[in-house]
């Protein structure tokens, strides 16, 4: 994602929190393992698609309390972090 990604809403789930998720977590531990707690971001991409990134925890909780996850003009956003990307916010 590039800069002008701008975060809607995010949270941190717990791995069990993510039962019932369809295949959310097959997914991210394809990606990265199966991990304690997950970040979410929901956010509006640069031309305002949404789109929901499942990934590092502690990226998530470094974003909020950076204050980069309210810039509205958006943030840059690693792919490393969050390498589980879905269209839409299909877990709100």
Excluded at 36 to 59: N, W
Excluded at 70 to 75: C, K, N, R, Y
Aim: hydrophobic letters at 40%; a negative charge.
């Amino acid at each position: 994602m590039s800069v002008g990604t701008r975060i809607i809403e995010y949270q941190v789930l717990s791995w069990a929190d993510l039962d019932g998720m369809g295949d959310i977590q097959v997914q991210l531990k394809e990606a990265m393992g199966v991990r304690s707690h997950v970040g979410i971001l929901r956010c509006a991409a640069e031309g305002g698609e949404k789109v929901t990134l499942l990934g590092d925890a502690a990226a998530t909780s470094e974003l909020v309390r950076s204050g980069a996850a309210s810039d509205p003009e958006g943030v840059t956003i690693s792919k490393s972090a969050y390498p589980v990307s879905i269209e839409g916010w299909p877990y709100r």
